[in-house]
């Protein structure tokens, strides 16, 4: 298996532009997880889906972030507008059955000027 | 809410040493702990886990101790290899509830 893939790995872009972060979990998984890693908070869930059904978005820092899994292989995290303090990197996880046996992508790394 | 902390952002230590990272909860309720392990450039992969109706549990040269009373585990790594140097994250769930994370220790191993 290729395990999760993210894309792009890395993005670059100005306040004030939409971005959007894709992942793909691991084939069968029905946990999917995005986080957010900065250097202050370090690893912050921002939201997860079980079965394509999203289950606590409490992490969701505004309404400037929404996600979607519109099927089981393909979820997207969008950033819109963006601002520089959304800069940081961003992780796709999944699992199978258990939250705690999570498989992570190897992020996307993005950078709000 | 920083439900899981870890309190130290690096530790150094010598090859062959012992390290030990530390990590303290707040929520009685989590019931199974985790360690990851982070290389730079990629994800945070599983290192080792511990139910919350044990004390320790070891696999080589890592060991995770769990003191349920103080709400705190660590994480022994003997002998430390340079290998070995990367961040580390402690992780808590709550049943089959999400899982949350700490910030995060750096731990480099020198030689």
């Known amino acids: 298996d290729a395990g999760v893939i993210q894309s792009p790995r890395h993005e670059v872009t100005e306040m004030g532009q939409e971005v959007t972060l894709r992942c793909k979990p691991i084939s069968g998984h029905d946990y999917l997880f995005w986080y957010r890693q900065t250097m202050m908070r370090g690893l912050e869930l921002l939201i997860y889906?079980?079965?394509?059904?999203?289950?606590?978005d409490s992490g969701m820092p505004e309404d400037r972030f929404s996600a979607k899994m519109p099927n089981a292989s393909f979820s997207t995290l969008k950033i819109q507008p963006s601002e520089p303090r959304d800069s940081a990197v961003y992780f796709c996880?999944?699992?199978?059955?258990?939250?705690?046996?999570?498989?992570f992508g190897p992020g996307t790394r993005l950078t709000v000027t | 809410d920083q439900q899981v902390k870890q309190n130290s952002p690096s530790l150094s230590v010598q090859e062959g040493r012992i390290s030990i990272l530390n990590c303290d909860y707040t929520n009685s309720m989590f019931d199974y702990f985790l360690w990851y392990k982070k290389y730079p450039a990629e994800g945070p992969t599983f290192l080792i886990s511990?139910?919350?109706?044990?004390d320790k549990n070891e696999d080589g040269r890592f060991t995770v101790f769990l003191n349920k009373s103080a709400k705190h585990l660590s994480l022994h790594i003997v002998p430390s290899q340079p290998g070995d140097s990367a961040v580390y994250f402690c992780?808590?769930?709550?049943?089959?509830?999400?899982?949350?994370f700490g910030a995060g220790t750096r731990l480099t191993v020198k030689p």
């Open positions: 511990i139910s919350s109706i044990k």
């Open positions: 992780a808590a769930s709550e049943g089959n509830n999400d899982m949350r």
């Open positions: 996880a999944s699992s199978n059955g258990l939250v705690y046996e999570q498989y």
């Open positions: 889906f079980n079965n394509n059904v999203p289950i606590d």
